[in-house]
């Protein structure tokens, strides 16, 4: 009974980790789509694309992912110097 019930468990804690991942990687494409400026059917194609590739972004730690994102929308508001800097550190606290 402990095993089932410790088997349950994992198998719980793995479903959220894996949909915490997918979230995390819905938000990157989002970003990535919209730095883009994609619309209508090419924004669906590369959010497809993107959602479905195991590429290198997959294998980053959630930190990372939120620099590609916040390093992108710095990059699609042309931010540069102190006005870059305040928005990497409001971005990547969170705020």
Same mark, same amino acid.
């Given at each position: 009974? #402990? /095993? ?7 198998? =719980?804690? =793995?479903?959220?980790? @894996? ?5 995390? #990687?819905? !938000?990157? &494409?989002?970003?990535? $789509? ?6 209508? +059917?090419?924004? !669906?194609?590369?959010? /497809? @694309? =993107?959602? %479905? @590739? +195991? @590429? $290198?972004? %997959? ?6 992912? /939120?620099? !590609?994102? &916040?390093?992108? +929308?710095? #990059?699609? /508001?042309?931010?540069?110097? +102190?006005?870059? !800097? $305040?928005?990497?550190?409001? &971005?990547? %606290?969170? %705020?």
């Amino acid at each position: 009974m #402990k /095993k089932l019930l410790l088997a349950l468990l994992l198998s =719980c804690v =793995c479903m959220s980790v @894996s949909a915490g991942q997918q979230q995390e #990687k819905m !938000k990157t &494409c989002n970003a990535d $789509a919209k730095t883009k400026a994609l619309t209508g +059917d090419e924004r !669906k194609a590369f959010m /497809k @694309s =993107c959602l %479905s @590739s +195991d @590429s $290198a972004d %997959s294998g980053l730690t959630k930190q990372q992912n /939120k620099m !590609k994102t &916040c390093n992108a +929308d710095a #990059k699609a /508001k042309a931010l540069t110097g +102190d006005e870059r !800097k $305040a928005f990497m550190k409001s &971005c990547l %606290s969170g %705020s």
